[in-house]
């Protein structure tokens, strides 16, 4: 068993570091949502053989900041039959968690900062990854609200879509997390890291990894999983009612959320602040600032795929969106993890390790050939079922639904002489 993680040199800064500490993350939050939404329409213009932004500062880039002043000084319009206090409270409450959540996030080792040795982590816990599952729940609270407190049908319809969505994929996320958890015999984040030193966690964990990265996209509600927002079904989903700053809250909890995701996926699965082959053959490659930048570079290859994802992929549909989280997801997570946990069992009883993943991985072997079998054998027994009749020859009953609708092409109304 790996050893307990060491969290003495948490909780001893002073005041005005830990100020300066939340400072830092705060405003690097900002600066990233600002660099990020400028980036994606511009990678997303790129993608799609357009421009994108080019007027407002060199090459657009100061177009973020303009409609987030815009957002700032437009006139707030209330609906009359909201609930007011509700109303009012749900961007708080959608923003602040966002936030919160980077408070365990290690950006890089021990360094000295203005003569104080202190890690680039503003605290850590024993339980540091739970925290940010706990706190990035407490988020769909505020989508919740302001869908139910807009008294319209759109905004509740987005926001019940986003309430399902949330658990549907937060129970994969967790399961992804466990095996990680096993794997590193600690859930702080600053020990996941450390037991990344040798190798990073998406080689030895992949599923794990391919299960999270999943399950992120759909937690922050972005395409092709941005059900709770669709545009062609909701109008705009949960913030339809919403206008000005209120509104633009939403959108900095979206961006930050992006931020957040990303920098956990880097912390689990990346080997968090360690710097990436070959820049880690140097030797002062992990030590002092350097990693604060291996850090961000690994954040904003998760941010380039969100991105990527948006400008290529069509929306689900919501059953096919449900059917992936509940069906494919969360089974292939607990086979995993327990596959995890009988390794991890073995090698602590002493047992040679290649023998025993030999073993486990002959077990999924036959496990993934029946399940490949089984949808052989279901899609044999539809094309066995015959071609589709074509509408020329089938019956045509117009109140079969319930309710008279009128014949599609090539059908014919029946005779009289039929009904009767």
Not at 323 to 341: D, E, F, H, Q, R
């Amino acid at each position: 068993m790996s050893a307990p993680a060491d969290l003495s040199a948490y909780g001893h800064d002073p005041l005005w570091l830990i100020v300066a500490k939340a400072l830092v993350i705060f405003v690097f939050l900002l600066l990233t949502t600002l660099v990020a939404i400028y980036a994606e329409r511009k990678v997303m213009a790129r993608m799609q053989m357009r421009v994108g932004p080019n007027r407002v500062g060199p090459r657009g880039m100061l177009q973020s900041l303009a409609d987030g002043v815009k957002l700032a000084l437009k006139e707030g319009i209330t609906p009359a039959g909201v609930d007011k206090p509700i109303y009012m409270l749900a961007p708080i409450i959608a923003v602040v968690p966002a936030f919160m959540a980077f408070a365990v996030v290690p950006f890089g080792p021990e360094v000295s900062i203005f003569g104080t040795w202190s890690p680039l982590q503003l605290t850590d816990l024993p339980v540091g990854v739970l925290y940010i599952l706990a706190v990035t729940s407490i988020g769909v609270y505020g989508i919740v609200l302001a869908g139910w407190s807009s008294g319209s049908t759109y905004p509740l319809l987005g926001a019940l879509r986003s309430t399902a969505q949330v658990i549907s994929y937060e129970v994969a996320m967790g399961l992804s997390f466990a095996a990680v958890f096993l794997y590193a015999g600690t859930m702080s984040t600053s020990g996941i890291v450390s037991a990344q030193e040798g190798t990073w966690y998406v080689f030895l964990l992949l599923p794990s990894f391919l299960i999270y990265v999943t399950a992120m996209v759909g937690e922050t509600n972005r395409a092709p999983f941005d059900l709770p927002e669709a545009e062609g079904e909701l109008v705009g989903g949960f913030h339809t009612e919403y206008s000005s700053l209120k509104f633009a809250m939403f959108m900095l909890a979206e961006y930050v959320n992006m931020v957040t995701v990303s920098a956990l996926a880097t912390t689990l699965f990346l080997g968090g602040w360690h710097a990436p082959f070959p820049l880690n053959l140097w030797d002062g490659a992990n030590s002092g600032w350097w990693p604060v930048l291996w850090f961000i570079g690994k954040v904003w290859f998760f941010l380039f795929v969100f991105i990527w994802l948006r400008s290529t992929l069509p929306r689900l549909r919501y059953d096919q969106f449900m059917n992936l989280g509940w069906k494919i997801l969360i089974p292939g997570a607990l086979v995993w993890v327990m596959t995890i946990a009988t390794v991890r069992a073995f090698r602590n009883a002493g047992y040679n390790t290649w023998l025993v993943l030999l073993c486990v991985g002959v077990v999924l072997g036959i496990a993934l050939l029946i399940l490949v079998a089984n949808v052989f054998r279901s899609r044999r027994r539809e094309v066995g079922s015959g071609p589709e009749k074509p509408l020329e020859s089938r019956p045509f009953d117009p109140m079969a639904g319930g309710f008279p609708v009128p014949p599609m092409p090539g059908h014919t109304a029946p005779s009289e002489d039929s009904h009767a």
